[in-house]
């Protein structure tokens, strides 16, 4: 079944504490991309892929990292979290040689950074 | 300006209604448009793509005025099962990058 795979589904950490949230896709698509979405905000691209070893800044890149070491997966990183970065997030990933094309979602991560 | 505006709503229906969501861009380099659908705590999922000459889907149908930058979603015949908030998404490409802009949302609640 093609799908777009985030973990953990929900976190509660403290500030400060370093965290990983993983997401994988098995549809071999180049583009791939983390949103954090909060209420009247709506989604908002945190960073984006468009290749292996190809990363860039989305809307919101402060206090995150990411890597493109392997086409499937994309690991959005916080070094040191803190409260205002509680939201939930999607990774979100589509083929990049037709760019019109829609993106596929990941069920979501709910993270609350204490 | 928000690039991509949404009326909040909610938008409070009886079933069996018909109803209309609209949605404005601001960038005119805008390429492609969808509509997404999100349930309450669940991930966005393409309800349909946005074409210029007008697209049906079941009961769904939108529309793509370009001149005037706007995008519609009409749902005839509400099902308590549409309930959810409906994403107007843009897509725009320059060169070989894409970039996709999410509305806030309209939130619809069909009720018996």
């Known amino acids: 079944e093609a799908q777009v795979t985030q973990n953990p589904r929900y976190l509660i950490t403290v500030t400060g504490k370093k965290l990983t949230v993983t997401c994988s896709q098995n549809?071999?698509?180049?583009?791939m991309s983390w949103y954090r979405q909060d209420p009247g905000l709506g989604l908002r691209q945190i960073y984006y892929?468009?290749?292996?070893?190809?990363?860039d800044k989305g809307d919101v890149p402060e206090g995150y990292k990411v890597s493109r070491k392997e086409k499937r997966n994309f690991p959005l990183i916080l070094e040191s979290p803190s409260p205002n970065q509680t939201s939930l997030y999607f990774c979100?990933?589509?083929?990049?040689?037709?760019?019109?094309?829609?993106?596929?979602f990941g069920d979501g991560t709910r993270l609350s950074i204490l | 300006r928000k690039e991509v505006e949404q009326d909040p709503g909610p938008f409070n229906v009886p079933e069996g209604a018909t109803v209309a969501f609209n949605c404005t861009y601001s960038n005119s380099a805008s390429q492609s448009f969808f509509w997404y659908r999100q349930d309450c705590r669940k991930e966005p999922k393409l309800l349909m793509s946005?074409?210029?000459s007008g697209n049906e889907d079941g009961r769904f149908t939108a529309q793509l005025n370009r001149a005037s930058q706007y995008i519609s979603l009409l749902i005839r015949d509400s099902k308590l099962s549409d309930s959810a908030t409906y994403l107007c998404?843009?897509?725009?490409?320059?060169?070989?990058?894409?970039?996709?802009?999410f509305g806030t949302g309209t939130r619809l609640q069909v009720t018996l």
């Open positions: 549809m071999n698509h180049e583009y």
């Open positions: 892929s468009m290749n292996v070893e190809v990363t």
């Open positions: 998404v843009v897509n725009i490409v320059t060169g070989t990058a894409s970039k996709l802009t």
């Open positions: 979100a990933s589509r083929t990049q040689r037709w760019s019109n094309q829609p993106q596929h």
């Open positions: 946005v074409y210029s």
